[in-house]
C-alpha cells in the first residue's frame, strides 16, 4: 500500500472515530499518528474520500464520511456549496468556510469535459469553462451535481 493510501485510510479512521470539527484537528492527529501533510494535501484526500461536513444539534459542524463509496467525490460535497452563479466567461461557486478547496479537487477529480480548470480561496471557487460562452451551462450542471435539493421535495422557483 502506497503512503498516500496509508494516510487517506488514517484520515478515515480518525473521521469515523470521533467528532472532527476543522481540518487543523485532523492534521493535529495525523501529525500524532506520524503522518505528514499540508492543508492542501487534506483536503485532496477528504475530497477523494468523499468526506463531508454535518452540522452537530447543538450548532456547529464536523466531518463525516458517506456509508457507500464516494464515487466522484461530487455528490458527498452537496452539503457544502451554498451558491453557484456564472457571468458569460466564469462560474463563480460559494461554499462554507474552509470548504473550497475540496470542492474544487472534487471537480477536478471528475474530469467533466466541460471545465478547463478551478481556482480556490477558502469559501470561494472560480470554474474556468473549457468552451468560450459556455458559463451558464457549465453552472446549470454544476448546480445538478453540486446544490442541495430543496427541502421536502419543494421545488425552486
Not at 457571468?87 to 471545465?115: C, F, K, Q, W, Y
Amino acid at each position: 500500500m502506497s503512503p498516500p493510501e496509508r494516510r487517506r485510510q488514517a484520515v478515515a479512521r480518525i473521521i469515523r472515530g470521533g467528532r472532527i470539527s476543522t481540518q487543523e484537528d485532523l492534521l493535529a492527529e495525523l501529525r500524532r499518528q506520524g503522518f505528514r501533510a499540508t492543508q492542501a494535501t487534506l483536503s485532496r484526500d477528504l475530497a477523494r474520500l468523499g468526506a463531508r461536513r454535518a452540522s452537530r444539534p447543538d450548532g456547529g459542524t464536523f466531518y463525516e464520511l458517506g456509508d457507500g463509496p464516494p464515487g466522484d467525490g461530487l455528490d458527498a460535497l452537496r452539503g457544502l456549496v451554498s451558491a453557484i452563479t456564472a457571468n458569460g466567461s466564469l462560474v463563480v461557486v460559494r461554499t462554507h468556510p474552509g470548504s473550497a478547496p475540496a470542492v474544487a479537487r472534487a471537480i477536478d477529480l471528475s474530469r467533466m469535459p466541460e471545465v478547463l480548470g478551478t481556482i480556490a480561496g477558502d469559501d470561494t471557487i472560480f470554474v474556468a469553462p473549457a468552451r468560450e460562452g459556455k458559463a451558464r451551462a457549465l453552472a446549470e450542471r454544476l448546480t445538478s451535481l453540486l446544490a442541495a435539493p430543496p427541502p421536502d421535495g419543494l421545488r425552486a422557483p
